[in-house]
């Protein structure tokens, strides 16, 4: 989605033929660094002032989570390459997992709309997100399928005429955790990232199971917004805002701590 929230576009990596850690993603989280709500959680913060006297915490990595974040790196860093069998094999898994009932023609087929894909060909789609992107929504529909099927098909709440398109959707939530969780750098530069590969370092999952709770999260922002298509960008904005609170909530030991996280359970 651009920035002015007219239209969905294939969202590209800003970061390409830049080294990690040269860039510093600032969040509204920052300005709590001085809080106590992150203390205690194992995370060692070096902070170094800069000309403007602006602090900007650095936290060092202990080597589990420093393998646990290279690991997610690797995965961040793997395009979508419509060639492969198991990038083709996983594209028909998550068709089978949305439409059961309905034999996919192609993986280039108009059939693909349905799902809400801006064309017949959704490859042109993940060069956003990457493969990690699709892994997402794979997830999210094996482990959660109920909350996964309520979203596509939007089930719950009073919708609008017009409606954000699940599938890209999906694509620009994927990209919108990278960049929040700053994990495109070598160490996370906010605390918000650092808390965040604390719970990566205990469950391998996390970030596929954060993104599970941030789409749930977003259409639920959408539906108390009484969002249409054009406003999905400031729905982005707000779910991404309510996220970076909830991951510095202080009795938030694990992501199924998040407030959030029973929107996705709920029946």
Known sequence: MDD???????????????????????????????????????????????????????????????????RLQNRIDIAYDSSTPDHQDALRALWNAAFPEEELRGLISEQWKEMGWQGKDPSTDFRGGGFISLENLLYFARNFPKSFKDLLWKQEGD???WEYPFAVAGVNITFMLIQMLD???????????AVFLKFLSEND??????????????????????????????????????????????????????????????Y
């Open 4 to 70: 002015r929230g007219g239209s969905f576009v294939a969202v590209r990596r800003i970061s390409q033929g830049l080294e990690r850690g040269n860039t510093c993603h600032s969040t509204s989280a920052e300005v709590v660094a001085g809080s106590t709500a992150w203390l205690g959680r194992g995370l060692s913060c070096v902070c170094a002032q800069s000309r403007e006297s602006d602090a900007r915490p650095s936290f060092d990595l202990t080597p589990s989570q420093e393998e646990c974040l290279q």
């Open 183 to 193: 994990l495109e750098s070598v160490k996370p530069r906010t605390i918000v990232g």
């Open 159 to 161: 919708r609008s005429v």
């Open 205 to 266: 999952s996390a970030f596929d199971l954060l993104y599970c709770i941030t789409f749930k999260l977003m259409d639920h922002q959408w539906l108390a917004m009484r969002a249409s298509y054009m406003d999905f960008n400031t729905v982005m904005k707000a779910t991404r805002r309510q996220l970076e609170r909830e991951l510095l909530l202080e009795d938030v030991t694990r992501l199924e701590d998040m407030p959030s996280y029973t929107l996705l359970t709920r």
